[in-house]
């Protein structure tokens, strides 16, 4: 079955840089999570999108932002970067109401690295 | 706001024995969800079970179940018959409307001992 996919797995970049993490949900899939789990710590809620639009808004600092397009796939813009961005960013999708759970299912991350 | 906590940060469990993970919750919500993910040291977030606040009984997912005590808001994980690959970071999770954004408890690392 087709999980969901991010790229680049890993990623290393320099205080002050900019990044793009991709995610590609799961075919049908109307709604993509971003979550930001540091290190030790357990993953915190960043932003979601439904059909193309956001739909809610966590703790996201104003340096990042994101978009859903139109098929589907989500990129998390992180620009002026600071060693604390370094953790570990999951992208979920959900089928929503049309799921057993409404549940989520995890990418298998990217893990970037701030130096 | 809704809250999760997990009070048990480690444990050791002995292979073939069974383990039970605490999960508390909190939420002025009627309608909620929970759920339970395993984290190896890979990284994935895997989904294991879920515990819808409606439901009468309480979910099982082979080796998996969960003791849902809705008056005490709790929602435990318990594996049966630990192996050593069920070694991992466990967290328990709420879902949270309008989104169903998910927020997540502190986890608690298990180690299978052989």
């Known amino acids: 079955a087709a999980g969901v996919i991010q790229s680049p797995r890993h990623l290393i970049k320099e205080k002050r840089e900019t990044a793009t993490l991709k995610c590609y949900p799961i075919?049908?899939?109307?709604?993509v999570y971003w979550y930001q789990q540091g290190p030790g710590q357990d993953p915190q809620f960043l932003i979601s999108?439904?059909?193309?639009?956001?739909?809610d808004k966590g703790s996201i600092p104003d340096r990042f932002s994101a978009q859903q397009f139109s098929d589907y796939h989500s990129e998390l813009n992180m620009s002026s970067l600071e060693l604390g961005d370094s953790a570990l960013y999951f992208c979920?999708?959900?089928?929503?109401?049309?799921?057993?759970?409404?549940?989520?299912?995890f990418g298998p991350g990217t893990r970037l690295t701030v130096l | 706001a809704q809250k999760i906590t997990q009070t048990q940060p480690g444990m050791f469990v002995q292979e073939k024995e069974a383990v039970t993970l605490d999960c508390t919750y909190d939420?002025?919500?009627?309608?909620?969800?929970l759920f339970w993910y395993k984290q190896p040291s890979s990284g994935e977030m895997i989904f294991l079970i879920y515990q819808g606040s409606y439901d009468q009984q309480n979910a099982t997912e082979g080796r998996y179940s969960l003791n849902f005590q809705k008056a005490r808001k709790s929602a435990n994980l318990v594996i049966s018959a630990s192996q050593l690959g069920d070694s991992a970071m466990y967290f328990c999770a709420m879902r949270e409307p309008p989104s169903n954004k998910l927020t997540f408890g502190g986890g608690t690392r298990v180690l299978v001992k052989p």
């Open positions: 939420t002025s919500d009627p309608s909620y969800g």
């Open positions: 999108f439904y059909e193309k639009m956001q739909s």
């Open positions: 979920a999708s959900s089928p929503g109401t049309s799921g057993k759970y409404n549940e989520q299912f």
């Open positions: 075919p049908r899939h109307d709604t």
